[in-house]
Nanobody, 115 residues
Framework: QVQLVESGGGLVQPGGSLRLSCAASRVIFSFNAMGWYRQAPGKERELVTTISSDGSTNYVDSVKGRFTISRDIAKDTVYLYMNSLKPEDTAVYYC?????????WGQGTQVTVSS
């Protein structure tokens, strides 16, 4: 069973930055893609960003220019760098990994942007 363990969430002021980490229990090259989703209170879970096995990335429009997804292959870890955070970025952030028809989720990490 694949495990994805997130860390790095917390409380930050508007305009601040955070880095989320997602450590996988197996080689991340084995996944077709990894990504980050978020779910705000009362809202559906939404895709934030993905990184494919070839390194190509995609972002939802609301985070373009502010968030960056990257990976450390040696550590089997994917990161989400979040800059210029806004109150509307407040949500539980989930790491996701897909390998053909299989899909895996982390437990989620809370990000709260508030003054």
């Amino acid at each position: 069973q694949v495990q994805l363990v997130e860390s790095g969430g917390g409380l930050v002021q508007p305009g601040g930055s955070l880095r989320l980490s997602c450590a996988a229990s197996r080689v991340i090259f084995s996944f077709n893609a990894m990504g980050w989703y978020r779910q705000a209170p009362g809202k559906e879970r939404e895709l934030v960003t993905t990184i494919s096995s070839d390194g190509s990335t995609n972002y939802v429009d609301s985070v373009k220019g502010r968030f960056t997804i990257s990976r450390d292959i040696a550590k089997d870890t994917v990161y989400l760098y979040m800059n210029s955070l806004k109150p509307e970025d407040t949500a539980v952030y989930y790491c996701n990994a897909r390998a053909y028809s299989d899909e895996y989720w982390g437990q989620g990490t809370q990000v709260t942007v508030s003054s």
